[in-house]
């Protein structure tokens, strides 16, 4: 789902105008960012919690070359699922996965019961 299709969702559930609800969805977005940045935790009940983690520097290699090139430390973002989340995406049928078995891949025919759930 790309945020295009989540403002369309979104909109056609609370009958608010595209534009608002693109507005809406940015300060969801930039709030999580701006907490992030700050090196706050968000935390989504049901959903999950976003935090920021410290990775250590470290010695890597050019792919290209073989060189040896130094990581330097960095923070990066880190989601770690909700319950409820582990367990809607544990219950998913194998067969709506590709051929990879990778992520689900969308079909566009809509909400489940279980995504009305969340808006």
Not at 8 to 24: G, H, M, P, S, Y
Not at 38 to 53: C, I, T, Y
Not at 61 to 77: F, M, Q, S, Y
């Amino acid at each position: 789902m790309t945020k295009a299709e989540l403002v369309e969702q979104i909109a056609e559930k609370i009958n608010l105008t595209k534009k608002d609800t693109e507005r809406v969805v940015n300060i969801v977005f930039g709030s999580i960012m701006g907490a992030l940045s700050q090196g706050d935790k968000v935390e989504l009940r049901g959903f999950g919690s976003f935090r920021v983690r410290s990775r250590n520097s470290r010695d890597g290699r050019n792919p290209r070359t073989g060189e040896a090139v130094a990581i330097p430390p960095k923070n990066v973002p880190f989601f770690k699922a909700g319950k409820e989340l582990r367990q809607m995406v544990d219950h998913l049928e194998p067969d709506s996965f590709g051929d990879e078995g990778g992520a689900p891949e969308s079909s566009g025919s809509g909400a489940s019961a279980e995504e009305d759930s969340l808006f």
